[in-house]
């Protein structure tokens, strides 16, 4: 039975892990891939992958759908909170002041932390409304795309 778990939750993790790439987000999976993007130039979208049903039922939709927008960030990433741990631990040092969310997104501008959703934020609430809450801090933070 341990067997048919393990090849079940890998499978929730690799569907976890295609929606957020196809939604236009890069992975990244080591602490250095994590320094690369977030402290760069311009704003970056974190979205703290997880497999809780949450992140498959209304944040991962939320990420995918939130950047058909006018305004967006310069760059998309994800880390995989409970599967590239190094990665997502390097990602929450830079989210100053939250404390460690899964699913969540964080919006940084010039590497420096603008605003977070947290879980408590996605988790019980519908796609559209995290959407709204990631436009509006576009709206605020970002360019014309």
Same mark, same amino acid.
């Given at each position: ?13 690799? #569907?976890?892990?295609?929606? $957020?790439?196809? %939604? ?28 809780? +049903?949450?992140?498959?039922? $209304? ?22 909170? +409970? #599967?590239?741990?190094? %990665? ?8 100053? +002041? ?12 010039? +590497?420096?932390? $603008?605003?977070?959703?947290?879980r408590h934020e996605i988790e019980g609430h519908?796609?559209?409304s995290v959407v709204s809450k990631l436009q ?10």
């Amino acid at each position: 039975m341990n067997m048919d778990f393990n090849l079940f939750m890998n499978d929730v993790v690799r #569907q976890a892990r295609s929606e $957020i790439v196809a %939604a236009g987000y890069t992975e990244l999976t080591t602490p250095e891939d994590v320094e690369g993007a977030l402290t760069s130039e311009g704003t970056t979208l974190v979205m703290v992958n997880s497999v809780c +049903g949450c992140a498959g039922g $209304i944040a991962r939709p939320a990420a995918a759908h939130a950047v058909h927008y006018d305004k967006r960030p310069t760059r998309l990433v994800t880390v995989f909170a +409970g #599967q590239d741990k190094e %990665a997502t631990a390097r990602a929450r040092e830079l989210f100053v +002041g939250y404390p460690p969310s899964s699913p969540s997104f964080a919006l940084l501008k010039d +590497g420096k932390l $603008i605003t977070m959703v947290e879980r408590h934020e996605i988790e019980g609430h519908d796609p559209m409304s995290v959407v709204s809450k990631l436009q509006h801090a576009f709206d605020e933070n970002c360019e014309e795309y």
